[in-house]
């Protein structure tokens, strides 16, 4: 079982900056594939960023490619997402997700959930 927890969401005006962060519990972190998703009101959850258990392989959606970039922290149990040049249209709640193994993007590929974390862009 593992237990995730975002935070660092808020309100930031368009051009801004935030940082998420996820610690995680329950299981070898250092192992598990984790990934960020968001999901927009009246929308489908959408894939954002992906990190390898090591930290040492990432890809990033097209969408947020060159503004946001994703990193972790395995003695913090902690991955991170750094969102630079932010929009109106990266308004969303953001998810925390993790899978022992294997790169998806798929969110029903993934087990385990955080609660999410409301980023809201102004214009």
């Known amino acids: 079982q593992v237990q995730l927890v975002e935070s660092g969401g808020g309100l930031v005006q368009a051009g801004g900056s935030l940082t998420l962060s996820c610690v995680a519990s329950g299981r070898t972190f250092s192992t598990n594939v984790m990934a960020w998703f968001r999901q927009a009101p009246g929308k489908e959850r959408e894939f954002v960023a992906i990190?390898?258990?090591?930290?040492?392989?990432?890809y990033l959606a097209n969408s947020v490619k060159g503004r946001f970039t994703i990193s972790r922290d395995n003695a913090k149990n902690t991955v991170f997402l750094q969102m630079n040049s932010l929009s109106p249209e990266d308004t969303a709640v953001y998810y925390c997700?993790?899978?022992?193994?294997?790169?998806?993007?798929?969110?029903?590929?993934?087990?385990?959930w955080g609660q999410g974390t409301q980023v809201t862009v102004s214009s």
């Open positions: 997700a993790c899978r022992a193994v294997g790169v998806s993007y798929t969110a029903r590929d993934y087990p385990y």
């Open positions: 990190i390898s258990g090591s930290g040492g392989s990432s």
